[in-house]
């Protein structure tokens, strides 16, 4: 269901940043690439890509394929630490059970910071698509997450019941945002400063750290794939950088 979405991707990166070649890969850890498991009857295939350039320090992106009982399409993309900008975030899924659909959408431009000149440096520019997507943007409660931590308020977040939606709004939505997303990493301006980057080593790390121990799909991936499985690809693939809870816990 969301394949053309994922080559999509492929293909803008490879234009934009590879001269019309598949990026240099970023090596993801031994047997985290790919994965068969089941859940009960159902089958089901994670598959894993990695990439990196001169501006993007980790490309990941994620896709799941359990028939019609879930397919996931998630991926984030994390600058250089020498550029400031916010990180792209994708978290495609739509879950089938007796014939009905569930489909959850989020993308956004993940701020590593919420002070009034980032937002309106980085935030801002995402308005006007968030305005022309308002099916889209349907304001609602998060569970798992805190909005006010790593999402915009110009986030596209909704429930959908149906894959129409999906072909025909969320295809066009989906283009525009990442065209401004490029667009935006064109215009950035590489931080000099050590301390200023330094400051971004730690955001990007944060939010490791957050998403990691957060992530709602360590239940999804566990059914699938097995508890220990599970972790390995949340803290040595998806968030790679944040540390298990046990052990962060223990330093605290
Ligand atoms: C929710 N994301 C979810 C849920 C699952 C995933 C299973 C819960 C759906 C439900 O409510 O039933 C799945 N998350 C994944 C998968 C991966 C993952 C498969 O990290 C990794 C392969 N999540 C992201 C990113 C964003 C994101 C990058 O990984 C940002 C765009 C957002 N996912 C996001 C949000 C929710 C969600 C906002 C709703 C959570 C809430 O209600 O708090």
């Given at each position: 269901?969301?394949?053309?979405?994922?080559?999509?991707?492929?293909?803008?990166?490879?234009?934009?940043?590879?001269?019309?070649?598949?990026?240099?890969?970023?090596?993801?850890?031994?047997?985290?690439?790919?994965?068969?498991?089941?859940?009960?009857?159902?089958?089901?295939?994670?598959?894993?890509?990695?990439?990196?350039?001169?501006?993007?320090?980790?490309?990941?992106?994620?896709?799941?394929?359990?028939?019609?009982?879930?397919?996931?399409?998630n991926?984030?993309?994390?600058?250089?630490?020498?550029?400031?900008?916010?990180?792209?975030g994708i978290d495609f899924l739509?879950?089938?059970?007796?014939?009905?659909?569930?489909?959850?959408?989020v993308?956004?431009?993940?701020?590593?910071?919420?002070?009034?000149?980032?937002?309106?440096?980085?935030?801002?520019?995402?308005?006007?698509?968030?305005?022309?997507?308002?099916?889209?943007?349907?304001?609602?409660?998060?569970?798992?997450?805190?909005?006010?931590?790593?999402?915009?308020?110009?986030?596209?977040?909704?429930?959908?019941?149906?894959?129409?939606?999906?072909?025909?709004?969320?295809?066009?939505?989906?283009?525009?945002?990442?065209?401004?997303?490029?667009?935006?990493?064109?215009?950035?301006?590489?931080?000099?400063?050590?301390?200023?980057?330094?400051?971004?080593?730690?955001?990007?790390?944060?939010?490791?750290?957050?998403?990691?121990?957060?992530?709602?799909?360590?239940?999804?991936?566990?059914?699938?794939?097995?508890?220990?499985?599970?972790?390995?690809?949340?803290?040595?693939?998806?968030?790679?950088?944040?540390?298990?809870?046990?052990?962060?816990?223990?330093?605290?």
């Open positions: 269901m969301y394949r053309p979405f994922l080559e999509y991707l492929e293909a803008e990166l490879r234009t934009r940043f590879g001269s019309g070649k598949e990026l240099p890969s970023r090596p993801i850890p031994a047997g985290l690439e790919k994965k068969v498991g089941k859940r009960g009857k159902n089958p089901a295939t994670i598959e894993s890509w990695c990439y990196q350039c001169e501006q993007l320090r980790k490309i990941r992106y994620t896709y799941i394929d359990a028939g019609e009982s879930a397919q996931v399409f991926s984030v993309i994390y600058p250089r630490h020498h550029y400031d900008i916010p990180l792209l739509s879950f089938g059970k007796d014939g009905k659909n569930k489909i959850l959408i993308l956004d431009f993940q701020p590593l910071f919420r002070d009034e000149k980032y937002i309106d440096r980085y935030i801002e520019p995402m308005k006007k698509l968030r305005d022309d997507y308002k099916d889209l943007a349907q304001d609602l409660p998060m569970k798992f997450y805190d909005a006010n931590q790593y999402f915009s308020k110009y986030l596209l977040f909704a429930k959908l019941e149906d894959a129409v939606s999906v072909e025909n709004r969320l295809k066009l939505a989906y283009k525009e945002y990442l065209t401004l997303y490029w667009q935006m990493l064109e215009k950035a301006e590489p931080l000099e400063d050590q301390s200023d980057i330094q400051r971004i080593v730690k955001a990007q790390k944060d939010y490791d750290q957050y998403s990691a121990d957060r992530d709602p799909a360590h239940g999804l991936f566990s059914s699938y794939f097995g508890n220990e499985w599970a972790n390995r690809f949340l803290y040595e693939f998806l968030f790679e950088d944040a540390e298990p809870l046990a052990v962060a816990g223990a330093k605290r």
